[in-house]
C-alpha cells in the first residue's frame, strides 16, 4: 500500500493501531476510539494480574492545542529512564492532534510532537531524584504522571515532591511509593484541573484531610490507612473509588467499601486485590448529588 492508502485507512479504522513503514521511515497510527470493555458485572476474574499503574482509558474530550512542542532532549532524557510516553502531534489528516503512547524502546513519531503524559518504569525509583522532578516541572503541558515504583521507592524529598505544583495542566496523577512523611501535599489543592487521583504505598497519614479539599471524579488507594473513611462523603464529584491491597485484608476493604456505599450512594466502589485480576464492584444506587452534575 501506499502512504497515502495507509493514511485513509487508519482514518477509517480509527480503533484500530496500524505500523507501516514508507522508505525506511516507520509510522505509528495510534487509535482515537475504542469499544467500551467497562465491566457490567459485580465480580469478574481473569488471567492477567491488575497493574495499580494503568491509567483511565478515556481521554478529555477536546485535546488541548495547539501546544508548544516539546525539547527533544527532554522526550530522549526520558527514554533513557525506560519511560512511556504519551507525544502529542498534529494529526497526519490535517484534523484534530491525537495522542501517541511510545513504549520504552518503541520508535518516535515523526516530526515535532508535546509530551503529555509520563509513566515511570517500576524499577526507576532510585534513579527519580530531585533534579529529575525539577526538570520534569519544566514540562509545563504535562497532563498525567504514573508512579508505581518498586521497593525501595523514589530517592525525592519533599523538595522535589513541591515541584508538582508547577505543572498545573496535570489531570491524573498516580503516586506510588513517590513522596516522604515529610512532604506538604497541599500542592494538589494548586492544580485546578485534576480529576483522578492514585495513592499507593506512601506516608500521608492525613491523606482524607486533603483529599476532601480535591474536586475528584476519580480517587484509587493501596495500602493506606481506611480509619476515616466515611469523612469523603463530602466529596460530591467523586464517582469512582477504588480501594486495593492484598488478599490479607480483603474482609476489613469489604467492610469499609460497605459503609462507605451507605454515605455515598452516588459512587461506584471497586475492590482489586494483589496477585488477583478479581475485581469486586458495589454499583451506585442514587444519582450523583447537584454539586457533581456541572464539568469541571
Given at each position: 500500500l501506499t502512504e497515502v492508502a495507509v493514511e485513509k485507512l487508519?482514518?477509517?479504522?480509527?480503533?484500530?493501531?496500524?505500523?507501516?513503514?514508507?522508505?525506511?521511515?516507520?509510522?505509528i497510527f495510534e487509535p482515537r476510539s475504542s469499544p467500551s470493555t467497562e465491566p457490567r458485572t459485580s465480580a469478574l476474574a481473569a488471567d492477567s494480574k491488575p497493574r495499580f499503574s494503568d491509567l483511565p482509558s478515556t481521554a478529555p474530550a477536546v485535546l488541548r492545542w495547539p501546544l508548544a512542542p516539546s525539547k527533544p532532549e527532554d522526550i530522549v532524557w526520558l527514554q533513557g529512564l525506560q519511560a512511556t510516553l504519551t507525544l502529542r502531534a498534529p494529526s497526519a489528516f490535517g484534523g484534530d492532534p491525537t495522542d501517541v503512547r511510545v513504549q520504552p524502546g518503541e520508535p518516535l513519531p515523526v516530526g515535532a510532537a508535546t509530551i503529555v503524559g509520563?509513566?515511570?518504569?517500576?524499577?526507576?525509583?532510585?534513579?527519580?531524584?530531585?533534579?529529575?522532578?525539577?526538570?520534569?516541572?519544566?514540562?509545563?503541558?504535562?497532563?498525567?504522571f504514573s508512579t508505581d515504583f518498586a521497593a525501595p521507592g523514589a530517592a525525592v524529598t519533599k523538595t522535589g515532591m513541591a515541584e508538582f505544583e508547577k505543572l498545573t495542566g496535570l489531570r491524573i496523577i498516580v503516586l506510588g511509593r513517590l513522596g516522604t512523611a515529610d512532604t506538604d501535599y497541599s500542592f494538589l489543592e494548586r492544580l485546578p484541573r485534576l480529576e483522578t487521583l492514585r495513592l499507593s504505598m506512601i506516608q500521608f497519614p492525613n491523606w482524607v484531610?486533603?483529599?476532601?479539599?480535591?474536586?475528584?471524579?476519580?480517587?484509587?488507594?493501596?495500602?493506606?490507612?481506611?480509619?476515616?473513611?466515611?469523612?469523603?462523603?463530602?466529596?460530591?464529584?467523586?464517582?469512582?473509588?477504588?480501594?486495593?491491597?492484598?488478599?490479607?485484608?480483603?474482609?476489613?476493604r469489604r467492610t469499609?467499601?460497605?459503609?462507605?456505599?451507605?454515605?455515598?450512594?452516588?459512587?461506584?466502589?471497586?475492590?482489586?486485590?494483589?496477585?488477583?485480576?478479581?475485581?469486586?464492584?458495589?454499583?451506585?444506587t442514587a444519582p450523583p448529588p447537584a454539586a457533581a452534575s456541572g464539568t469541571k
Open positions: 487508519a482514518a477509517a479504522k480509527q480503533n484500530c493501531r496500524i505500523v507501516a513503514s514508507f522508505n525506511g521511515v516507520r509510522r509520563v509513566i515511570m518504569h517500576r524499577d526507576g525509583g532510585p534513579q527519580w531524584t530531585d533534579a529529575g522532578m525539577a526538570r520534569l516541572a519544566t514540562l509545563t503541558d504535562l497532563e498525567t484531610d486533603q483529599v476532601r479539599r480535591l474536586s475528584l471524579r476519580e480517587l484509587q488507594l493501596y495500602s493506606l490507612s481506611l480509619s476515616r473513611l466515611n469523612e469523603l462523603k463530602g466529596c460530591p464529584t467523586l464517582t469512582t473509588f477504588t480501594l486495593g491491597g492484598g488478599g490479607d485484608d480483603l474482609e476489613a469499609a467499601a460497605a459503609e462507605l456505599a451507605k454515605v455515598m450512594p452516588w459512587v461506584r466502589i471497586k475492590l482489586t486485590t494483589a496477585g488477583t485480576s478479581k475485581v469486586e464492584t458495589i454499583e451506585p
